[in-house]
Nanobody
Framework: QVQLTESGGGSVPAGGSLRLSCTSS????????MGWFRQSSGKEREGVAA????????YLADSVKGRFTVSKDNAKKTMYLQMDNLKPEDTAVYYC??????????????????????WGQGTQVTVSS
């Protein structure tokens, strides 16, 4: 069973920055695609970013390109989401998720919620105007 733990959420003013971390209890370099998702009140969960654990592929949603960066540290079994120039509309609970490597072959699958098998508990990000 894969266990995922997010950290780094908080409250910041618009224009501020946060870095989220997601640590995995199992970090298979050949078989995982890991993603960041968010869900705000009254809305469906949406994909924000994804990274292939065993390769160079990264994906970002159009709404965060130029402001967010996804990265990984294989030695630490950790995925990061650097969020800069935050906006009030970025306010949400952010979740990390892990799934099979094949999810990281296309943007649609990498940022889709349907096929990720393992999810963290979420961390709140609040951006004030």
């Amino acid at each position: 069973q894969v266990q995922l733990t997010e950290s780094g959420g908080g409250s910041v003013p618009a224009g501020g920055s946060l870095r989220l971390s997601c640590t995995s209890s199992t970090y298979d370099l050949t078989s995982q695609c890991m993603g960041w998702f968010r869900q705000s009140s009254g809305k469906e969960r949406e994909g924000v970013a994804a990274v292939s654990v065993g390769g160079p592929s990264t994906y970002l949603a159009d709404s965060v390109k130029g402001r967010f960066t996804v990265s990984k540290d294989n030695a630490k079994k950790t995925m990061y989401l650097q969020m800069d120039n935050l906006k009030p509309e970025d306010t949400a609970v952010y979740y990390c998720a892990a799934g099979r490597w094949a999810l990281c072959q296309t943007t649609t699958r990498a940022l889709g919620t349907a096929d990720y098998a393992h999810w963290g508990q979420g961390t709140q990000v609040t951006v004030s105007s």
